[in-house]
């Protein structure tokens, strides 16, 4: 049994600001763009190992969302996992034809600190704070170069909350002296 965190993040060609240090009464000066152009990159880890699986996609909805499961549960192979999320209307669609080896596990509403991929989301979209990009196409290039550069290891110490790493370890103990 695996367990993964889930989530997605808009990915758009309005800069990423931020605060960022510079010399007493020195105001930085970055050129800020405002297009509206985006794409959805649907998402999760494994906190433990620090796997992880990605997928883009143009909206956020049940049909893309079904779309991500099913290709989720294909590349867990015959592996379980508990999935845990928000309580985004994608995710708790009718429609959706749950696969047999992904169990969803509902985060309580309006707490996205709860999920460690928030945290992911978060350092990626810092790679690039500050800089504009002329098309989608250069942004996802960035994207997919940043994700390609991720290890194990750093996606683990990015995702390992100390709640989760208990949780998973008194499982195993639990699971041994049984």
């Known amino acids: 049994m695996r367990y993964l965190c889930q989530d997605e993040t808009r990915i758009g060609l ?28 649907y998402g999760v880890v494994e906190p433990f190992a620090g796997w992880q699986f990605y997928q883009e996609y143009d909206h956020l909805n049940g049909e893309t969302f079904q779309k991500f499961l099913d290709a989720l549960s294909l590349e867990l192979g015959n592996d379980m996992a508990l999935i845990q999320m928000d309580q985004a209307s994608a995710h708790q669609a009718l429609a959706l034809i749950w696969p047999d080896n992904l169990i969803p596990i509902f985060q309580p509403a309006h707490s996205p600190q709860l999920n460690p991929i928030e945290r992911l989301w978060q350092h990626i979209k810092r790679q690039w704070k500050g800089e504009n990009f002329s098309s989608l196409q250069q942004l996802r290039q960035r994207v ?20 989760i790493l208990e949780a998973l370890f008194h499982e195993a103990l639990f699971c041994a002296a049984s």
Request: aromatic share 10%.
């Open 14 to 41: 309005k800069t990423e600001t931020g605060r960022v240090i510079t010399a007493g009464g020195v105001k930085p000066i970055v050129s800020v763009q405002w297009p509206r152009q985006a794409f959805w990159l």
């Open 144 to 163: 997919q170069l940043e994700l390609a550069q991720m290890s194990s290891e750093l996606i683990s110490s990015l995702t390992s909350y100390d709640f």
